[in-house]
């Protein structure tokens, strides 16, 4: 459909330029994710987060369109993945139990605590606490409940952030979550540090990281829970004594 402004024309033009951005977005997303989440969910949403982006960018705004349109696509898919609940309660509590364990140990010992100890603190076995891990291999560094909509009504995200906005991708981009992160992962034992950067920054699958550190994909996705345990535990504990 055409109008006398051509706003509409143009409209289309940046719907059609930018639909492969979703598809990039929702794979990179998707790539972190546990395989239960649909990737169409992710594209779908992603196409709603484009179309609002469409709607409401304005040449005024100063910023590219591409800049404006990935900030939106992100948040509808945090979005979805928030109101798809696709975490199991339990998994979150087994995790938060994990979290607990190890900030705690860390007061105690200062430094970070070795898995039989974390272990000992949970009353496990250590294949006990091996399975838990392995069932917890969803468990991201963020999810649904750290963007303020659960019953808890304090969130140590929110303490990283200085724009209230509500926007979620803020509290991602803001420069304190960042350098409290960086610092964070230069405080995990070594071999999770390496874990972190094979998987993160050089994208490596499960498997392939496993070939590199001469392990099973499993015992892999068990320290990968394990570093994000240790990731948000000291995360946490920053936001909460003001250190970013």
């Known amino acids: 459909m055409y109008t ?13 330029q930018h639909a492969g951005l979703v598809k990039k977005l929702a794979y990179q997303l998707k790539a972190k994710l546990p395989p239960s989440v649909e990737l169409d969910d992710l594209i779908q949403a992603g196409m709603m987060g484009l179309l609002d ?19 939106r696509i992100r948040g509808a898919m945090i979005d979805e993945l928030r109101s ?4 199991p ?27 039989g100890e974390v272990a000992k603190k949970l009353d496990l076995g250590l294949e006990e606490y091996y399975d838990m891990l392995g069932d917890c291999s969803g468990h991201q560094l963020l999810h649904y409940e750290d963007f303020g909509e659960s019953d808890n009504s304090d969130h140590f995200l929110d303490r990283f952030v200085q ?33 972190m950067g094979l998987y ?14 001469n392990v099973s ?8 829970s394990q570093a994000i345990a240790r990731l948000r535990a000291n995360m946490k504990e920053q936001a909460w004594t003001g250190a970013v």
């Open 4 to 16: 006398a402004t051509g706003k509409t024309n143009q409209k289309d033009e940046l719907l059609n």
């Open 53 to 71: 982006a469409v709607n409401r960018y304005e040449d005024t705004h100063g910023a590219q369109f591409e800049t404006y349109a990935a900030q």
């Open 84 to 87: 798809a609940d696709w975490l």
């Open 89 to 115: 309660r339990s998994v979150r509590k087994n995790m938060r139990d994990v979290e607990a364990a190890i900030h705690q140990l860390e007061q105690q010992l200062g430094r970070p605590p070795t898995e």
């Open 163 to 195: 724009d209230n906005s509500g926007d979620p991708m803020q509290g991602l981009l803001s420069d304190n979550f960042r350098t409290a992160l960086i610092e964070a992962i230069q405080g995990l034992p070594e071999r999770e540090k390496i874990l």
């Open 200 to 213: 993160y920054e050089q994208e490596l699958n499960l498997k392939e990281i496993g070939a590199v550190m």
């Open 217 to 224: 994909e499993s015992r892999v996705c068990q320290l990968h």
